[in-house]
């Protein structure tokens, strides 16, 4: 308990000091008039409220990621904790922040373009493979874990294929909703409606943390207990467990989305608490799903550390979607009925509109390198069928080796934004602030450390011994 309640305040204090500064390095000029007022066309540049934005942004950027990331990562044991508040605070609000006021500055441009503008035409090309890459597998993931849980929910006729179970009905009507969310204007679906899922994802987690504090604080992993390696499968703690946290920390997908609410921002006052704050939200949601899968599977009549628990319910389901069934058990067990499903339901919605939001961004990548106006209903759905095909297709892969390639690709996606934000700064703040430029290029660096060493030693990479 110990642990999360200090997390939870370093988190706060984090926005409220780190944020500021990261802001005051990036010299905000409140004068100066949104892409959002000046390119206003009525599907992707609307204006909108900042409260408004806040909550689509935290429900575009969090998905299945913080809550599936930090099941995945609190295996590893209590230093999942630190990764989560330290990597929010230095690394996955800085790079949520420059992505989005970059692409302000820059006219509303998407993160390929953001980034190829400071690195080079080379790495701009490399940018929007590596991007559209990213946002397939993600929305890949973002499509068969809602659609896992729906069927828990009320099944529907499913299709086998090889050792996997597909839920198809549940996964055909949530790929419909995605075409529908992809090509209309961003008002229509996204603005009106998403805030309240947002809401209640926010609910949902503080839920969570309540039931936990209230009655299972005993049992809550403490940093005290030691930072060693609890995984059992024999991966190392460095790299891996800082590739499965990726939303929760830092997630290069969150720079493909922040272009998504820069088209509607109306003011640089704004960036702070949409951009970094949405990050710091996500990361407490992180902090509570990361406690709670680590807590519910202990049992004190035992002694049974709570991750040894959770160890040993994951090798009871051999091949399964392990973080979409404590989701359903820790949910339905702490909230009851109604609020376990309840619950899931925000679990449910949080991927289905990141997943959507995934595609409307490759959209949006697609057409600025084609230069298509995009008011034209017809070029956005030339444009968005190939995209619904890849993601279709990619369905029949088996979960667990799409979010491994999607968490590398993700990471390694959020270096290069890292980086060209670097450039960024050194070039036109560096003259204010010397060694500004240092906020970026720290967590680069120490990404890009990471992200080389996963893709040398991990299975579906090089699969190198660790020495």
Not at 119 to 141: D, E
Not at 215 to 222: G, I, V
Not at 413 to 418: D, E, I, K, P, V
Request: with cysteine; proline share 5%; aromatic share 14%.
């Amino acid at each position: 308990m110990v642990t999360f309640i200090v997390a939870l305040i370093v988190l706060v204090v984090g926005f409220l000091t780190y944020g500021v500064l990261v802001e005051k390095i990036f010299g905000i000029e409140p004068e100066r008039k949104t892409p959002a007022l000046t390119k206003t066309d009525g599907v992707d540049f609307v204006p909108m409220a900042p409260w408004r934005i806040f909550l689509v942004q935290f429900l575009n950027i969090a998905g299945l990621g913080p809550i599936f990331g930090a099941i995945m990562g609190i295996f590893y044991g209590p230093a999942a904790f630190l990764w989560i508040v330290f990597g929010t605070i230095f690394a996955g609000g800085v790079h949520d922040y420059l992505s989005g006021m970059l692409s302000i500055r820059k006219g509303g441009v998407s993160l390929p373009d953001i980034v190829g503008d400071e690195l080079g035409n080379k790495v701009k090309v490399f940018m929007r493979v590596l991007s559209l890459v990213l946002l397939i597998l993600l929305t890949t993931t973002f499509l068969s874990g809602p659609a896992t849980l729906l069927q828990g929910l009320a099944p529907l006729s499913t299709f086998q294929f090889g050792m996997s179970t597909i839920p198809i009905a549940w996964v055909l009507i949530i790929f419909g909703y995605y075409a529908l969310a992809t090509v209309l204007p961003v008002d229509k679906l996204i603005g009106r409606f998403y805030p309240i899922f947002g809401g209640i994802l926010l609910f949902m987690g503080l839920g969570i943390m309540v039931v936990m504090l209230g009655w299972h604080s005993a049992e809550m992993p403490e940093v005290m207990d030691g930072l060693q390696n609890r995984q059992t499968n024999g991966l190392p703690l460095f790299p891996m467990m800082f590739v499965s946290i990726a939303c929760g920390a830092i997630s290069g997908f969150h720079g493909t989305q922040s272009p998504i609410m820069a088209r509607c921002v109306t003011n640089e006052r704004q960036g702070r608490w949409i951009f970094y704050g949405a990050m710091v939200a996500e990361g407490i949601l992180a902090l509570i799903w990361a406690a709670a899968a680590g807590t519910f599977f202990a049992d004190p009549e035992t002694g049974l550390y709570g991750i040894d628990g959770l160890q040993a319910f994951a090798a009871e389901h051999p091949g399964a979607n392990i973080a979409a069934l404590v989701i359903d058990k820790v949910s339905r067990n702490w909230l009851g009925t109604v609020g376990g499903i309840l619950a899931i339901i925000g679990v449910i919605a949080a991927p289905i509109t990141s997943g959507d939001t995934a595609l409307r961004s490759a959209r949006l990548i697609v057409a600025d390198f084609l230069k298509w106006d995009q008011r034209p209903i017809l070029r956005r759905l030339i444009i968005a069928l190939p995209l619904f095909l890849c993601v279709f297709g990619m369905v029949f892969v088996d979960f667990n080796i799409v979010w491994r390639y999607f968490a590398w690709t993700n990471q390694t996606l959020a270096c290069f934004t890292l980086w060209a934000g670097t450039v960024w700064l050194y070039k036109y703040r560096r003259e204010k602030y010397p060694y500004g430029w240092l906020i970026a290029a720290i967590p680069a660096a120490f990404m890009t450390v990471v992200c080389i060493s996963y893709i040398l030693i991990a299975p579906e990479g090089f699969h190198l011994h660790l020495w």
